[in-house]
């Protein structure tokens, strides 16, 4: 158990929704970063947030948004969803910056039909 | 290596063998570097690290080596066990921005046959 928390599990619905996925980072972690695991792409980083703000922005798509809460949580918020979108979702913690160890949640597995 | 489309490369070892998986990056202006283990139905896992000053680090049964030259690199695993059956990937990392911005490899499948 990494202690890196993501809900929900498992998320199935349809092309044109939104959903949102959500990830606590270990107990004091102050960063957070999201990945997207496809079969065609491979792991994929999208974006990370230090302490509520945006840092590094990876291959993230306008469609996708996300943000850091006071609490440290983080959501990612995926909209106009398409089939392509099917993918494991990973959020990852660290203490600050991406040198030190990243602790990877255990997923969300989205898929859109 | 590194694989193409929908199929990863697989390495297939007899448990006691030492294993080797390769890594090519492709940005010359990446400086660090993390190996990543995730088995099946799980969250990829930090197995070791190392930066372009060094050219080889050593974890427990494990090595990094580092070829900036040719930009590759390599993880060696000594004694390979069933529980080390799972995907390994390599990430590089390059700054940016006062952060770092890590791009992954697509994985090598390791099967450990007992």
């Known amino acids: 158990d990494s202690g890196v928390t993501q809900t929900p599990k498992h998320l199935i619905t349809a092309t044109g929704q939104r959903v949102t996925l959500r990830c606590s980072p270990r107990?004091?972690?102050?960063?957070v970063y999201w990945y997207q695991q496809s079969l065609d792409q491979g792991l994929q980083f999208l974006i990370q947030y230090y302490n509520g703000e945006e840092r590094a922005k990876g291959n993230i798509l306008e469609r996708f948004s996300a943000q850091q809460f006071p609490d440290l949580h983080s959501e990612l918020n995926l909209s106009s969803l398409e089939l392509g979108d099917s993918a494991l979702y990973f959020c990852?913690?660290?203490?600050?910056?991406?040198?030190?160890?990243?602790?990877f949640g255990p997923g969300t597995r989205l898929l859109v039909l | 290596g590194e694989s193409v489309g929908l199929h990863l490369p697989t390495l297939s070892v007899q448990e006691g063998d030492n294993s080797i998986i390769n890594c090519a990056y492709s940005n010359s202006a990446s400086d660090y570097f993390i190996w990543y283990k995730q088995e099946s139905g799980k969250g990829p896992q930090f197995i070791i690290d190392i930066r372009s000053n060094m050219d080889k680090r050593q974890g427990q049964r494990v090595t990094v080596l580092l070829n900036k030259t040719v930009k590759h690199l390599s993880l060696q695993i000594a004694a390979t066990q069933p529980g080390d059956s799972a995907v390994y990937f390599c990430a590089e990392n390059r700054g940016e921005g006062g952060s770092y911005i890590p791009t992954f490899g697509r994985g090598t499948s390791l099967i450990v046959h007992p």
């Open positions: 990852a913690s660290t203490l600050a910056g991406v040198e030190e160890t990243q602790y």
């Open positions: 107990s004091g972690d102050l960063s």
